[in-house]
């Protein structure tokens, strides 16, 4: 295109021509003139728009308020694919679900593979699609599905190792851990020096740099191609917390996402993590249902919380997950009884609360990891509770995570070795109040230092109205959950 400098030398060469073509030299200038500002705008406008791409997006505000669901794609219908799951889609919007969570969709090794379909968690192709569960359009088209219902969908990274087929081990051998006679080992707890028993999959090396790029580089592809909206990091404690500092913002160029660490530390929300895991406090519960801790734990616990953790971190609540019930066993296996008064608490806490595939049917066996072990979704005891704390968790300010707005104010109660009660307040207008049993006994409820408030109970629908002094019966591991 011309400078305005050579458009300026013609415009004054055309008032020097006293002759008809005078005119010509004018319209010429003028048209010359258009073109050239048009296309210094749109080089300026390009300009702006790289500067703006090449800057990390922030956490999005979605998941403040929002829920988590597991989905065990293999064991989730017969066919095991992503046009099946598609059906399911309608059923979990209507149960409330916001986000959710595939565990690995990536092909699976075949070399040292456990059992006869192997684990998830065995990488073979970080880039590529498990083939028995169906074509990049199949997933394109259930991603889609998932956004057009208003939901979320993360997938489930694996950064800490790779099968032993993945081409890496022949094409990038140095970025896996070798053993004193160079040759490649499975991961190792740093603790013992001694295996943990994943022999189905290879350790890499994070002290090799190129490593971190291709692990952006698999990122930003999942957010790219397929529109993606966060991740869930395997083993996020097993890489270099400066990866993480280093990759986050990375990714984030390419889009707003959610990132969850399968880790418990400050340190990780520090270095770009949204969400992390409430490992503790689940292994707590667990012990608390048998009688094993003290509920007095539950203070301590969120104290200490509060007090490492940033304002605006996220923890992860549960009371399963495809850890602990293939390897742990399930919610009625750990906490009998207790269960729905530890999901009652996981879903009020200042957190986001999670639920497994086929907690809502009541899925009372442990899923076998690595073979087909289908659910059966024939009832579903469990959907109406669910369905109702997390229409709660959506509705309700008093619940969103992550927030100094948000306070947490634990009452007394007449026996507080048994029982347990707290509110979560926003403003005049937005507050939750929990009150659980925590023993195998049926007890009488009195809460202390409340002034009467009117509410309404989450469960059944009533108003009431709670005040100190006032007797509340409640049945072994009851729970009590009102809402302003």
Avoid at 161 to 178: F, G, V
Avoid at 283 to 289: I, L, P, S, V
Wanted: a negative charge; proline letters at 4%; one cysteine or more.
């Amino acid at each position: 295109m011309y400078s305005f400098l050579t458009l300026s030398i013609l415009f004054k060469h055309a008032l020097k021509i006293n002759t008809t073509m005078n005119k010509l030299y004018i319209l010429l200038f003028a048209a010359l003139a258009f073109f050239a500002c048009k296309q210094q705008t749109s080089t300026s406008n390009t300009e702006e728009t790289n500067i703006k791409n090449d800057e990390p997006h922030p956490s999005p505000d979605w998941f403040k308020n929002a829920n988590m669901y597991e989905v065990n794609l293999r064991q989730y219908t017969s066919e095991g694919t992503f046009k099946a799951f598609e059906t399911h889609i309608p059923r979990l919007k209507k149960m409330g679900v916001d986000i959710l969570w595939f565990m690995p969709i990536t092909p699976i090794g075949e070399a040292k593979r456990k059992g006869t379909l192997g684990s998830y968690y065995a990488v073979k192709d970080y880039k590529g699609l498990n083939p028995e569960h169906g074509t990049a359009e199949d997933f394109k088209h259930m991603v889609k599905a998932i956004h057009d219902a208003g939901m979320y969908i993360m997938l489930d990274f694996v950064p800490n190792h790779s099968a032993w087929d993945n081409s890496l081990i022949t094409e990038k051998p140095e970025w896996y851990s070798k053993n004193k006679d160079g040759e490649i080992t499975d991961p190792i707890d740093p603790s013992t020096g001694k295996s943990w028993g994943w022999t189905d999959v290879a350790d890499f090396d994070y002290s090799n740099k190129d490593l971190w790029k291709y692990m952006t580089e698999v990122l930003k592809f999942w957010v790219e191609e397929y529109d993606v909206d966060g991740f869930r990091c395997d083993v996020a404690h097993g890489v270099p917390i400066e990866f993480w500092q280093e990759i986050i913002p990375e990714v984030r160029k390419s889009k707003s996402i959610v990132m969850l660490a399968e880790a418990e530390g400050a340190e990780f929300h520090k270095a770009g993590f949204d969400i992390s895991y409430a490992w503790e406090f689940h292994h707590a519960m667990n012990e608390m249902a048998k009688g094993k801790k003290d509920i007095s734990f539950i203070d301590e616990y969120l104290k200490k919380d509060a007090a490492d953790y940033p304002a605006d971190a996220t923890r992860l609540y549960f009371t399963s997950n495809h850890d602990e019930n293939s390897w742990n066993g399930t919610e009625y296996e750990r906490m009998g009884e207790a269960h729905k008064a530890f999901a009652v608490m996981s879903a009020t806490l200042d957190g986001m609360p999670l639920v497994y595939t086929g907690q809502e049917a009541a899925l009372d066996r442990r899923l076998n990891f690595f073979e087909k072990d289908v659910i059966e979704w024939k009832s579903f005891p469990m959907e109406e509770f669910y369905t109702k704390l997390l229409a709660l968790k959506a509705r309700n300010k008093a619940l969103l995570n992550g927030t100094d707005k948000v306070t947490l104010q634990r009452h007394k109660t007449n026996d507080d070795k048994s029982l347990y009660a707290y509110r979560r307040i926003a403003d005049a207008n937005n507050e939750v109040f929990v009150a659980l049993n925590m023993s195998d006994k049926k007890q009488i409820l009195e809460v202390k230092d409340l002034e009467a408030i009117d509410y309404k109970n989450v469960f059944s629908g009533e108003k009431v109205s709670i005040k100190e002094g006032e007797s509340i019966g409640m049945e072994p591991w009851g729970y009590l959950v009102l809402e302003k």
